[in-house]
């Protein structure tokens, strides 16, 4: 029997039944360092409330799946150390700014509405057949997007952006670094398709720089930079007539 | 969003302190033209506290905004991209550039 332990205090919330979101407590066992807030929330539907609901799936980061409040910061819970942590307890909550369905599932239908909207796909004008080969690219061309290709959709960013949370029209975060993602990648030729979403007065605009957002990527994707630099190529678009792309 | 979330986080607080900044310094600015219209200081002892207590603000606001710098600008030198460090330390650079020669003409103009 492990003699550490430590308090889960874990957002419940059933439509059918209550009112409001509540908060309860699990005491469980606290075995291993290794052990995160996810292996955490697995014991207590393991051994102790079957009926607990949440999101997760790879537990290696990289799905983005199972991103949820801890003590108030939105992070992946696969890669929330319970060591950091203990002796206090912790608190998870469903993310900031979304509505919950139950327990600490959201509703992320908005989000995918936004992801889709800004065509995160590569946009040819004119596709060209198997046998002309592959477009080749070079490192420093790769180097352009590597770091918002990181994205993986956990949504952490809306749940830290007051901008989304006060205005949820604002196409927000990773909607804007997945565009220039593919705005960037020397094979795409989508950016007037994707221009007038992200230039939208609730696209890029709306954005005041809070800088929150690239503060709890858990990929260090930075979509606030992503943003600002998409102002400002709008902008240079804008006033130089040479800076128009196809 | 509660009405007090700006208070719930360190960084959140830290931005609408350099979101406030622009109040006071748009306040100043407004005054400057206004006298400048004038084309005499109005009301010089009152101005000279006021722009005392918005020094304060404006070396915040500039701050933030230079330091934020390397991560809006962005342009390669032969072919490859120019650091984020180096752009933020060109900023203040030419802030300091440009206060020094504002500074000196202002004495020069005072003589």
């Known amino acids: ?246 | 969003m509660p009405p007090n979330w700006w208070t719930r986080q360190r960084h959140y607080f830290l931005y609408t302190v350099r979101e406030f900044t622009s109040v006071p310094l748009a306040i100043w600015l407004l005054w400057l033209l206004y006298d400048i219209r004038e084309t005499r200081l109005v009301q010089p002892a009152a101005f000279a506290i006021f722009s005392i207590v918005c020094l304060p603000f404006a070396l915040y606001h500039s701050w933030t905004f230079l330091s934020l710098a390397g991560s809006i600008i962005h342009f390669k030198v032969l072919d490859r991209p120019v650091s984020a460090r180096l752009i933020v330390a060109s900023q203040f650079a030419l802030w300091i550039g440009a206060s020094v020669v504002i500074a000196l003409l202002l004495v020069g103009l005072a003589r």
């Open chain 1, 1 to 246: 029997m492990p003699d550490k332990r430590i308090t889960i205090r874990a957002t419940r919330y059933d439509p059918e039944k209550d009112q409001a979101p509540r908060l309860q407590s699990y005491d469980i066992p606290f075995y291993d360092d290794s052990m995160v807030v996810l292996d955490a929330l697995n014991h207590i539907k393991s051994h102790v409330d079957g009926s607990l609901s949440y999101r997760w799936s790879c537990r290696m980061g990289i799905c983005g799946s199972c991103g949820m409040m801890v003590n108030g910061t939105p992070k992946l819970t696969c890669n929330a150390f319970l060591r950091d942590y203990w002796p206090r307890s912790i608190t998870v909550q469903p993310l900031n700014n979304f509505p919950v369905i139950r327990d600490l599932v959201i509703d992320m239908e908005d989000f995918m509405h936004k992801l889709k909207s800004v065509k995160p796909w590569i946009i040819r004008k004119q596709e060209l057949p198997l046998g002309a080969g592959e477009h080749h690219q070079t490192n420093e061309q790769i180097d352009d997007f590597r770091q918002f290709s990181e994205c993986i959709n956990c949504m952490l960013c809306y749940a830290a952006c007051p901008v989304y949370g006060l205005n949820n029209e604002f196409l927000g975060p990773a909607a804007t670094a997945l565009a220039r993602r593919y705005n960037l990648d020397s094979r795409d030729q989508g950016l007037k398709e994707r221009q007038p979403i992200i230039g939208d007065a609730e696209g890029i605009w709306e954005c005041s720089f809070v800088g929150e957002c690239s503060v709890v990527c858990p990929k260090g994707v930075d979509p606030a930079k992503a943003i600002q630099q998409t102002k400002l190529d709008t902008t240079m678009r804008f006033v130089l007539p040479y800076g128009n792309r196809d």
